[in-house]
């Protein structure tokens, strides 16, 4: 039971260590995708290598469609995160891109109330950061069809709504005082002090546990040896 308990103690450690060490790599690619220019969204459907990479978008917003992600916190004030599609004209015909615009708090008062965000009507000129997908938050049950949901899937939204959206969202992040989102997106490398953290525990409680085995095996062997 002891030598179980090392392993699987020692284990979570490694482990968390590896989870530290891929934060780090995560930032590091994305300091490095933040020195380079900005891409078109032409350019971002033809590379490969997009993910990470900042982006300047031009089109208008199709508010009709926008979502409201439920239980996003800042500052461990409960909120919502506002996606809005984006149809931006292409060469080959216009496509849309599901943008995450930024954080707004909750009205405490009525959880279904939404809040009032000041959306431009016509061209606006959105920068912002390639995303794979929408950050996600565990959910448990089918997922809801309204306004406000807890995660926002592209492919079932496409499905959804027969938008021509693209493979991947923008998060937002050029500063637009006058729509009070707040984009404080959280880097990378947010976590990792804490899975170092984690695997100190996890080693020490690996060490403390070789330590007693070891010192109840000698005190049984001169126990033993007193026998006899």
């Known amino acids: 039971m002891a030598v179980f308990g090392f392993a699987l103690t020692l284990g979570l450690g490694v482990w968390q260590l590896s989870r530290a060490h891929e934060r780090e790599a995560l930032a590091a690619r994305q300091a490095e995708a933040d020195r380079l220019p900005e891409l078109t969204l032409e350019e971002a459907l ?3 290598e997009s993910t990470g990479r ?3 978008l031009q089109g208008r917003w199709l508010t009709g469609y926008t979502v409201y992600l439920d239980n996003r916190q800042r500052d461990g004030r409960p909120g919502f995160e506002l996606v809005t599609p984006l149809e931006v004209p292409t060469r080959n015909g216009a496509v849309a891109v599901l943008v995450v615009r930024g954080w707004a ?3 405490f008062r009525d959880r279904q109330a939404l809040p009032r965000i ?4 016509g061209d606006v000129t959105v920068v912002g950061r390639v995303v794979p997908r929408i950050p996600r938050l565990y959910e448990l049950g089918s997922a809801p069809s309204g306004a406000i949901r807890q995660n926002l899937d592209i492919a079932g ?3 959804e709504t027969h938008l021509p959206l693209v493979d991947f969202a923008v998060l937002q992040t050029d500063p637009a005082p ?3 989102l707040r984009r404080d997106w959280p880097t990378p490398a947010i976590g990792a002090e804490r899975n170092y953290g984690y695997a100190a525990q996890w080693f020490a409680l690996s060490g403390l ?3 007693l085995y070891v010192g109840f095996q000698i005190v ?3 126990s033993l040896r007193n026998q006899d």
């Open 54 to 56: 900042r982006v300047r």
């Open 220 to 222: 049984r062997f001169r």
């Open 209 to 211: 546990i070789f330590i």
């Open 178 to 180: 006058a729509d009070g």
């Open 105 to 107: 708090p909750r009205d």
């Open 46 to 48: 033809e590379g490969r």
């Open 118 to 121: 000041p959306t431009p009507e």
């Open 157 to 159: 939204f496409r499905q």
